[in-house]
């Protein structure tokens, strides 16, 4: 009985032992028709019947530019106040072979000048020559070689629209307008003119990347010295129609409109009210930028719906020395165009300056920074000199209220 037992589990284990090496073989019977299958699969779908043309093209290169940075046009604009030659002035442009050299005018503020895109200069009198005879007040005439030493000095623009621009008559107006064009074609002179056709379109224009800067100038009078006959046209005036009427083209080609008036009241360091009264007018009207002259002193700053109003800058170079007249201001002024197109202007900037006089801080005239020179004494000729510019100084900030 064991051993039918015995041999009845054998012939089971023997039977088990079969089938699990059938199952074996089934095994690998299977792995290898799938592979064979996934071969021949592979084959046929990578040789196609009709394999196609592959053609390489060359990539091409798209360049990329960068837009470089919008970089904000700006324009500096710097002025002086009046340039008055008395006789003592021209004297000491003369040199010993009678030719004439006025550069020490500007010599000590040369580097402000220069750096401005435009410095204006108010050339109170006329620039006969010596043709005519050479003059002082009450009737001025001056040298060329003033307007060379502006040049030399890098002014821009100068103003001839004053109370002295007829002193000497049409002949010296003409020579002084002759000396301009000729000799300096490039300098725009604004406020005197030779004909109806430049009177008419008497709109100078600056442009600097885009940004246009217009500047005009007027007077208030000439002295009661009437325009030739021939020549009504001589002086731009400060009146309605004429101002007016350039204000209106001045619109259409600029982005920002200068108006240098001669008014005022001489002597006093307080703006009088018909000076704010043509200045609002001007504002109403368009004007920017309101910078005038005429005084001989500074007069108070004035900011008239957000557009500034230097009243009067004072003397640049004269002989005078009553009280505050040997104090003037350098007025600076940045306008920048806005990437949005918006004209700004920063806020201006107000420098004060003092004409030496021969024998005071060298021996000659010349223009001096005042803050520059506090606190050395040492270097003027005559010290009274340097304490009278102290003292000026002082006086005249507090009673105008520019620091």
Partial sequence: MKNKRKNK????????????????LYCIFFILFACFACGKNKEIISEPENEPVIEYVEESHVE????EPFMEPEVDILMVGDILLHDNVQNSGKLPDGTYNYDHLFEN?????????????????????????????PAFNGPFEVGDALVNAGFDVILHATNHTLDRGKKALLNCLDFWETNYPEVAVLG??????????????YEEDGLK????????????????????????????EKVISDLQKAEGLADFTVVCPHWGTEYTLRHSRTQEEYARWLVENGVDFIIGAHPHVVQDFDMIDNVPVVYSLGNAISNMSAANTQLELMATIRIIRKQNGDIVSLPIEL?????????????????????????????WLNKADYDK???????????TGIE
């Fill in 9 to 24: 589990v054998q012939w089971k284990a023997s039977i088990e032992l079969f089938y699990n090496k059938l199952k074996y």
């Fill in 213 to 240: 800067i217009a500047i005009l100038n007027y007077t208030y009078g000439t002295n009661g010295i009437p325009s030739p006959s021939d020549m009504p046209y001589a002086v731009a005036r400060l009146e309605e």
């Fill in 389 to 399: 510019m102290i003292s000026t100084y002082e006086r005249v900030r507090k009673e």
């Fill in 192 to 205: 005197a003119f030779d004909s109806q056709e430049d009177y008419d379109n008497s709109i100078y224009v």
């Fill in 109 to 137: 503020v040369i580097t402000d000048i220069q750096a401005a895109d435009i410095a204006i200069a108010n050339q109170e009198v006329i620039l006969g020559g010596t043709e005519l005879g050479l003059s002082g007040y």
């Fill in 351 to 379: 420098e004060y300056l003092w004409c030496s006089r021969p024998g005071g801080y060298n021996n000659s005239y010349t223009v001096i920074p005042v803050t520059g020179f506090i606190g050395r004494s040492e270097e």
């Fill in 64 to 67: 990329v530019i960068e837009e």
